[in-house]
């Protein structure tokens, strides 16, 4: 959007400064997304030397690439906060990829207290209805396991749970290898199943989209949360102790959505932003993940909408119990108002006196609704930049030949123009020359098939 289109039509005098002033805030210049870059490098590489920093950058035992000439059938176990998906994956020889899943929803007594035994039998319906069970004379299943919670790894199949989050609380599991705990479930069961991988949800996605095209050398998720993995030197690593791989790289698991969690000096936070930090339920955690992310940004905007109203400046200084209460303002209602051009904006219309319940808008609330869903998806984009040009800038010299990122999630999919204004973004940090070499890439549902394809490596270079 350029300057002339936060111009409000009939808007009252206080009205238009107060979106000139959120603008300003929220606007960000090339100058100030590079001293967030530089600071977000110098973060990169305190991680990379010692354990316990603000971007853990985990190492995650994965040291090869797929080449797409890999064939066969694999298994892998997708473990979400509300579901679980059991998935055979058929890779073709050709880069391409067949997925059959099963998806099966956490029982509450699951994710208080079964867990474990929940997983093995869902892994054993899914199994026993296509007739896949090994019986005594065959080889075991090898199966990858995405566990999207913080674990400290340990080898490419086992890892320590170091906390629980996003709803799940089962006891007697922190501190303890996941992977020998979902192990001794499968063997109550009889199933002759081997967890040969465990793999975080963006190493599954940088391995899916790697399968697709050789070239890739990172995996983002932009969606309700944020993360990347990338292969890196190990020589870079000094905090590697084990044996130095054959092909001299590992994949790291960045957890970059921590990136300035621990001073908030860098990031350019407002008072909505700080709102929503302190009533969250991780206060001083995940600053960048809350800026950028498709669970959050509704809040962001929820925040900003209360505060004109509060001064008069939206609906007439009225609001609704809905939208007084936390979250009621889904991302995807932003998205949905950043893409209305209809004369009277009908949609954001709907949705602020059908869906949020506010008794009426006028045009001019309407516009400035619409500004506020520009200006948080836009900063949200510009910001996801950083991440990824100071990671792509680490290691310069892959950028001379082409480079593949494969992205999975919403923001990326469908949050309006998102790509657009991440690649241009990205466009103004690396010279021309080489950033015509990127190739932003969708790695739809790229952590379970990218679990697979890790089992199957591991089962190679095991068998090797």
Known sequence: MSKSNYRIEGASAEQQAAVDDLVKQFLLTDDKLASIIKEFRRRMEEGLVADGKVLKMIPSYVTKRPDGTETGSYFAIDLGGTNLRVLRVTLDGKGGVKTEQQKFTLTEEAKARTLFDFIAQSVETFLDDRNLRPTGQQPAISMGFTFSYPVQQTSINSGILVQWTKGLNVPG????????????????????????????????????????????????IFGTGTNAAYYEDISSVAKWKGPSPAGGEMVLNMEWGAFDSDD???????????????KSI?????????????????EIARNIVLWLADQRLLFDGRS??????????????????????????????QIIEKTLNVPRSTMADRQIFKIISVLVGERAARLSAVGVVATLTKRPELLDKPINIGIDGSM???????????????????????????????????????AAIIAMLATKAESN
């Open 173 to 220: 599991c922190v501190g303890r290898d996941v992977v020998r705990l979902l192990q001794d479930a499968l063997l109550r069961l009889g199933l002759r199943v081997k967890v040969a991988a465990l793999v975080n949800d963006t190493v599954g996605t940088l391995l899916s989209a790697a399968y697709t095209d050789p070239s890739s050398q990172m995996g983002i």
């Open 320 to 349: 609704s119990d809905i939208l007084n209460s936390m979250w009621s303002i889904d991302t995807s209602y932003l998205s949905s108002a950043v893409t209305d051009s209809s004369p009277t904006l009908s949609e954001i219309q």
């Open 264 to 278: 908030f000096a860098f990031l350019p936070f407002t008072p909505h932003d700080i709102k929503l930090d302190r």
């Open 282 to 298: 991780n206060p001083r955690k995940q600053a960048y993940e809350k800026m950028i992310s498709g669970m959050y940004l509704g």
């Open 412 to 450: 990326y999919e469908h949050f309006p123009d998102f790509e657009r204004i991440l690649s241009e973004s990205v466009s103004h940090f690396v010279p021309e020359a080489q950033f015509r070499n990127i190739n932003f890439s969708l790695a739809k549902d790229g952590s379970g098939v990218g």
